[in-house]
């Protein structure tokens, strides 16, 4: 099956700065989505990107499906950012999940 | 909109003993995924339908584990004969037909002590 990899898998910062996660997948894949989980184990969607660049707000991915990554960019971060991070793909129906980026923000 | 609903939210039983949950996906989305999460780790698939017909089934799902879309509306996932190794945040996810966009619900958190 598809591997996903996510790094750095623990990423520690102060509020206001700014980050990138990596998503790294071994096949092609229909779909990508990025995820963040809450506190109480809720998933959030932040992006459907099967490819190119999407903005919302002070977060923007950008996926590059020939190269098989994806990237999670977080600007000005916020206490309120805190989780764990997980990136989806998705090729015939089926999902897969990375292990997750845990983010804490730090005020 | 109402988004994924589960029930129950929690869940204890003692091992040996049958569980059953239950997905109510987003009205009209007539796809419906399953999926279990470990602590530390992402969702793990489990089954997906489109409307009742059940098109994925992951080796996860051991013959111990059953899922039904009937009336391809609501869902239900039963675990049989339940071990310890089944505790796990079970999470349910739907999608509109014309998008493979996941929506999840709140999930079932399943302790077997």
């Known amino acids: 099956g598809i591997q996903v990899e996510q790094s750095p898998p623990d990423l520690i910062l102060q509020e206001g700065a700014n980050s990138t996660l990596r998503c790294n997948f071994s096949?092609?894949?229909?779909?990508l989505q990025w995820f963040h989980q809450n506190p109480w184990g809720q998933l959030i969607n932040l992006f459907y990107?099967?490819?190119g660049t999407k903005q919302n707000g002070r977060l923007s991915a950008t996926t590059v499906a020939t190269e098989r990554y994806s990237l999670l960019y977080i600007s000005s971060s916020q206490t309120t950012d805190s989780g764990v991070y997980f990136c989806?793909?998705?090729?015939?129906?089926?999902?897969?999940f990375g292990d997750g980026t845990t983010l804490t923000v730090k005020p | 909109d109402t988004g994924v609903s589960q029930d129950p939210r929690h869940k204890i039983t003692k091992r040996g003993q049958n569980v059953t949950f239950r997905c109510d996906p987003i009205?009209?989305?007539?796809?419906l995924y399953w999926y279990r999460q470990t602590l530390g780790q992402g969702p793990e698939f489990l089954t997906y339908f489109q409307n009742e017909a059940q098109l994925e089934k992951s080796r996860l799902l051991s013959n111990r584990f059953s899922a039904e879309r009937p009336k391809g509306s609501f869902s239900t996932l039963e675990i049989q004969r339940t071990e310890q190794g089944d505790s796990a945040m079970y999470l349910c996810a739907s999608s509109y037909k014309d998008s493979y966009e996941q929506y999840f619900g709140p999930g079932t958190r399943l302790t077997v002590t």
């Open positions: 990107i099967p490819s």
């Open positions: 096949d092609s894949v229909n779909n």
């Open positions: 009205s009209e989305h007539n796809r």
């Open positions: 989806a793909v998705e090729r015939s129906g089926k999902s897969t």
